[in-house]
């Protein structure tokens, strides 16, 4: 059974579910063609995700090693210094600072996002999936976002450029994020 908190419905307390979330994202290749990965790794809480507006308490960590690309050789180049540099910065974050729009339904979320130390707003759209109680008695509630960045505003710059006129690699990154919440019912 699925529905949508009402306002007087509290909704606090919530953890991402890592089992059940991820970040999926693309990215231009030589100009031509598109290359699609994943963040597999995501954690995280969520305060407040009542209705009733106000700004939700929302904090995510990806962690940049879990990215998959399906090539094991490009995934090991993100990994590197010339993208992720994940000795260095083993973490992205996400910490949400504003919405605006229905909670319960389709909004905007906006917040800070740091990559590799880098700190810069952004702004994605949500859906909101419904709430529902598991067969184990835990509340669970579900989101879709996508929206999209800029590479090079992070601090990852790498590119050759093509004999052709170009570059390697695209510097706009268009992602989607589904992610599940979880909490435990008292």
């Not at 890592?18 to 963040?39: C, E, K, N, P, Y």
């Not at 990806?62 to 090991?76: K, W």
């Amino acid at each position: 059974m699925t529905n949508t908190p009402t306002p007087t419905e509290p909704t606090t307390g919530w953890q991402v579910d890592t089992a059940h979330s991820g970040i999926d994202f693309s990215v231009r290749h030589l100009m031509i063609s598109t290359v699609r990965g994943r963040f597999g790794t995501v954690s995280g809480t969520a305060g407040s995700i009542d209705s009733e507006g106000g700004t939700p308490t929302i904090e995510v960590t990806i962690d940049p090693a879990s990215i998959n690309t399906g090539s094991d050789q490009r995934d090991t180049h993100l990994r590197s210094a010339d993208f992720f540099d994940v000795e260095a910065y083993p973490a992205m974050t996400f910490r949400a600072t504003g919405v605006e729009g229905d909670l319960g339904g389709e909004f905007i979320l906006t917040g800070d996002l740091t990559i590799r130390d880098v700190t810069k707003p952004i702004s994605f759209a949500v859906e909101a999936n419904g709430v529902t109680v598991d067969p184990w008695g835990n509340r669970r509630a579900g989101y879709s976002a996508h929206g999209n960045l800029s590479r090079s505003a992070y601090g990852l710059t790498w590119n050759q450029l093509l004999e052709a006129g170009g570059v390697t690699v695209g510097d706009d990154v268009k992602f989607t994020i589904d992610v599940a919440l979880t909490q435990p019912m008292g």
